[in-house]
């Protein structure tokens, strides 16, 4: 099976996707009792485009050749992604309640040697887009029209060997590459912008030759026309963009904490946010 709105179900809504997404995060949270639940609830909605609208894979065959590379460089991420890819039907959601388990094949941090469809083992964070810039020449060297999508995260734009896979980038001039940064505000110690992350981003990779783009990643509309501007983008030189997105998106009680990197949930507190949930299903 390969992607396209008609390839993925056009009936089904980018928003029910996303609202899907949400829901096998939560469910995975609620099997450790907590976790990265944060940044899967605020990452869903760029997910959904990703694997809804914008990657050719098929769900069956994840390493087929002719499929777009999804690189995910924040290693503990790990659950968005599985929700993602059970919606996707990459993996079985039967697998979902062994989330973090021993011998799971969805283990809390991504390992490209245990899960079908997991491009990389993430989690030193800064090295997924040195990686994509590889996997993006290879590919171009091979004549392979496929895309390399890598997402990172804001607290990876203060690693240094980041800017030096965005200059290498330019330098071999890799259009088949798509840098997805999800701007969330939060590191493990604080806010974002209280450390390195202190001027506007989309001009500063501007600067550096990129094509730049920044949207509100909780916008599905803004999300699905900044993903095509950059597919589409007919320049020779590798493409961003940048998605402001709010942590504990759609759970109201959890994005009002003011910690929300690692969000420890109380056991009552998980029928809550899914009920909160249910009660916004989309069509």
């Given at each position: 099976?390969?992607?396209?709105?008609?390839?993925?179900?056009?009936?089904v809504?980018?928003?029910?996707?996303?609202?899907?997404?949400?829901?096998?995060?939560?469910?995975?949270?609620?099997?450790?009792?907590?976790?990265?639940?944060?940044?899967?609830?605020?990452?869903?909605?760029?997910?959904?485009v990703?694997?809804?609208?914008?990657?050719?894979?098929?769900?069956?065959?994840?390493?087929?050749?002719?499929?777009?590379?999804?690189?995910?460089?924040i290693?503990?991420?790990?659950?968005?992604?599985?929700?993602?890819?059970?919606e996707?039907?990459?993996?079985p959601?039967?697998?979902?309640e062994?989330?973090?388990?021993?011998?799971?094949?969805?283990?809390?941090?991504?390992?490209?040697?245990?899960?079908?469809g997991?491009?990389?083992?993430g989690g030193?964070?800064?090295?997924?887009?040195?990686?994509?810039?590889?996997?993006?020449?290879?590919?171009?060297?091979?004549q392979?029209?496929?895309?390399?999508?890598?997402?990172?995260?804001?607290?990876?734009?203060?690693?240094?060997?980041?800017?030096?896979?965005?200059?290498s980038?330019?330098?071999?001039?890799?259009?088949?590459?798509?840098?997805?940064?999800?701007?969330?505000?939060?590191q493990?110690?604080?806010?974002?912008?209280?450390?390195?992350?202190?001027?506007?981003?989309?001009?500063?990779?501007?600067?550096?030759?990129?094509?730049?783009?920044?949207?509100?990643?909780?916008d599905?509309?803004?999300?699905?026309?900044?993903?095509?501007?950059?597919?589409?983008?007919?320049?020779?030189?590798p493409?961003?963009?940048?998605?402001?997105?709010?942590?504990?998106k759609?759970?109201?009680?959890?994005?009002?904490r003011?910690?929300?990197?690692?969000?420890?949930?109380?056991?009552?507190?998980?029928?809550?946010?899914?009920?909160?949930?249910?009660?916004?299903?989309?069509?």
């Open positions: 099976m390969t992607t396209g709105a008609a390839k993925h179900g056009s009936n809504s980018l928003a029910r996707r996303a609202w899907a997404i949400r829901r096998n995060a939560l469910r995975m949270g609620e099997v450790q009792g907590q976790g990265y639940i944060g940044q899967a609830l605020g990452v869903a909605d760029v997910l959904a990703s694997y809804f609208h914008a990657l050719t894979y098929r769900a069956d065959e994840p390493e087929w050749e002719g499929r777009d590379r999804f690189l995910l460089s290693g503990h991420y790990a659950i968005a992604l599985y929700a993602a890819m059970i996707a039907g990459i993996l959601e039967d697998e979902l062994t989330y973090g388990m021993d011998d799971s094949r969805m283990p809390m941090s991504g390992m490209a040697a245990y899960t079908p997991m491009e990389i083992t030193s964070l800064g090295h997924g887009l040195g990686i994509a810039v590889g996997m993006a020449l290879g590919l171009k060297r091979k392979n029209p496929a895309f390399v999508y890598n997402m990172l995260s804001d607290g990876e734009l203060g690693e240094g060997s980041t800017w030096e896979a965005v200059m980038a330019v330098q071999w001039k890799l259009d088949n590459l798509i840098a997805i940064v999800d701007f969330n505000n939060q493990a110690d604080g806010p974002t912008r209280a450390a390195l992350a202190q001027v506007p981003e989309a001009a500063k990779w501007q600067a550096f030759g990129w094509h730049a783009q920044e949207v509100d990643g909780n599905l509309d803004a999300v699905v026309a900044a993903f095509d501007a950059a597919r589409n983008h007919d320049g020779a030189q493409r961003v963009i940048i998605c402001n997105t709010t942590m504990c759609g759970i109201p009680f959890l994005e009002s003011e910690i929300t990197h690692f969000v420890r949930v109380e056991p009552e507190e998980w029928a809550k946010a899914l009920e909160i949930l249910d009660g916004e299903k989309p069509q």
